[in-house]
């Protein structure tokens, strides 16, 4: 299974692509990146910019789902709104595209990761380089979104065991 993890931002929207073995519990990191959008530019370019080039990436690694950090809490107000716009388009592109949505809120990733609800974002990177296969970026928005794909993974690994069990 090709899992796209998905850190939403007007700024800088984190990407990654997995590849996930449910049989053998690995996960292998095929590409990850960023889309930073210009600045200087209107915040419908912005948003246009995260458009074509998530449709890009989508064409590029078809994945077969989709996992996003869900708007949970905000310390800063300043950021909520573009971060709103920036999933609303993210969430268009993936339904355009019929890839399925899983969101998680950043509690729920730490807790899948770490153990901790509450763990930094250098306990979340150690964790993600300890699970999963290939060269970890050093961007934050980009190591978030291998951890929300790892976290996808694992959730749905456990709901498929669930069933299994039926």
Known sequence: M?????????????????????????????????????????????????????????????????????LFFFKNQKTVIPVAQ??????????????KANEYTPIEVKQTLTGYGRATKDEVAFSV?????????KLDDTVDSIAIAVCHARNRLCTLEQYAQV
């Open 86 to 99: 920036a999933r609303g388009v993210i969430l268009m592109v993936l339904n355009r595209n019929g890839i």
């Open 2 to 70: 090709r899992i796209l993890g998905i850190d939403p931002g007007l700024a800088i929207v984190g990407y990654s692509i997995l590849d996930i073995d449910t049989e053998h519990d690995s996960y292998t990191l095929v590409s990850s990146g960023s889309i930073q959008t210009d600045k200087t530019k209107d915040d419908a370019s912005r948003l246009n910019e995260i458009s074509c080039d998530l449709e890009e990436i989508i064409k590029m690694f078809a994945p077969d789902e989709a996992s996003i950090e869900k």
């Open 129 to 137: 380089a300890r699970i999963v296969t290939g060269k970890i970026p």
